[in-house]
């Protein structure tokens, strides 16, 4: 029984189709994995690190906020990605939390195939943050530039904490973002779900930028 096949056990009430998978074969197996991973919805980043010809951007959706005091975030890169590499030896890295309307920037920074060092930003607005020196993407809805604070060695990703030395946000409230492998724009629960509009007792009443805010 390998790894995955430990640690994938059957829900109280799993579809048929479901536990067979798990319990087949590794192959079969790992892809439920990561399909039920991506059942996780998640926003959407890109870290930026480095300067000029060492200057790197990839994108991330597993960028989470850990501590307040101190201020602390982390991020999992995939060990052997160019990205890891750069953020160690800047032991510093820039976190842009994109809005929807950045997808092809969350496109273009997952690109395997995107030029090398300050071209891959050529394309896009950027500026170096205020105390790393990171590169920060224009147009996203919120900023945190970090230092490395600790690395952690986590089956074939790094888990990279950073402490905040800066941060900030817009008020727009249209983020990219991730669920089922593709990208999503945020809609009301309740706009979507009339049962969940009679519980709340009212209707969504306010649109800002093309996306339902629902006053719950
Ligand atoms: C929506 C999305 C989220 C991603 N999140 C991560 C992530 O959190 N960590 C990671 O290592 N790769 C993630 N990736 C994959 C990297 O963006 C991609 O493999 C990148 O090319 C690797 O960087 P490198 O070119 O420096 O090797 C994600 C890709 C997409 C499309």
Known sequence: MGDVD??????ASPPAARVSAAVGRNGASQEELRSTFSRYPTGVTVLGAG????????TAASFTSVSLVPPLVLVCIRRGTLMRQVVLDAQAFAVS???VTQEPVARHFADPGRPPGRAQFAAVGWW???????????????WLDCRLEDVTVAGDHEVIFGRV???????RRDPLLYFARSYQRLQSSAAASPALQNLAGRQPSRTRGGTDVHPL
């Open 6 to 11: 430990r640690i994938i056990r059957p829900a």
């Open 51 to 58: 300067n000029d010809e060492l200057m790197r951007g990839m």
């Open 128 to 142: 170096p943050a205020p105390v790393t020196g990171a590169p920060m993407l224009a147009g996203s809805i919120a």
């Open 97 to 99: 939390v994109l809005a």
């Open 165 to 171: 030395a800066w941060a900030t946000r817009t008020d």
